[in-house]
């Protein structure tokens, strides 16, 4: 059965500094891995989507990486600002076609 | 990508009544889903809204309590009927074949 865990639940970092949040699964055979982002009691905004057979996959200053050997993506945000902060969701879709949740890293950035 | 309508963005409901939720999608979509999302967690699929016929409902939810409408491939409703303070929560919808895209969600208080 396939987990995802999101490690560390929250990240304080000061403005400026450039950071990377975690993703792992524990089932390699995976269809896609997709990043949203959720504002405080808003829908979640899908920031990139990275199939199986991708290694990463860039967006302004997100970049999103997906090694399935290891059962980790990562989050990279360059050049973090005050306005990234929210929480952030990575989600595996499986052979199934099923998607596993993670449970979020709460990220804040300080002015 | 795709622009989901959900409404209402939020609403404060008294116990034992129901509360019809809409979404409506740019695009016609083969995929709908709606979540819930309990404060503090991550997403719950409650059921898959399927085009023409009855929704698929995860374990732990049922028709009778949630039931779906998908009468075509742009438009979804979820009710949630007969209400506790249980149920208050975010419920969102989400629509999309590949990639994964959100309503803004509706926040439900019960009293």
């Known amino acids: 059965k396939q987990e995802v865990t999101q490690i560390p639940a929250a990240l304080s970092v000061p403005e400026g500094e450039n950071l990377v949040l975690n993703c792992s699964f524990t089932?390699?055979?995976?269809?896609?891995l997709q990043w949203f982002r959720q504002d405080p009691g808003k829908g979640l905004t899908s920031l990139l989507l990275?199939?199986?057979s991708q290694r990463e996959q860039t967006s302004g200053r997100l970049n999103a990486s997906l090694d399935k050997s290891s059962g980790r993506s990562t989050l990279y945000i360059a050049a973090s600002q005050p306005g990234d902060s929210a929480t952030y969701l990575c989600a595996v879709k499986g052979s199934n076609y099923q998607l596993i949740w993670g449970a979020g890293t709460k990220l804040i950035i300080k002015p | 990508s795709a622009v989901i309508s959900q409404k209402p963005s939020r609403d404060i409901c008294q116990r034992g009544t129901s509360l019809t939720i809409q979404c409506q999608v740019d695009s016609q979509v083969t995929m709908m889903f709606w979540y819930r999302q309990q404060p503090g967690q991550s997403l719950t699929l409650i059921a898959t809204a399927n085009q023409g016929s009855e929704a698929t409902y995860e374990s732990g939810f049922v028709i009778d309590k949630f039931p779906i409408s998908r009468p075509n491939l742009t438009f979804s409703t979820l009710t949630v009927s007969n209400m506790s303070p249980e149920d208050s929560s975010i419920y969102l919808c989400s629509a999309g074949d590949e990639k994964l895209f959100f309503g803004s969600g509706t926040q439900l208080s019960v009293l």
């Open positions: 990275i199939q199986s």
């Open positions: 089932d390699s055979a995976i269809y896609n």
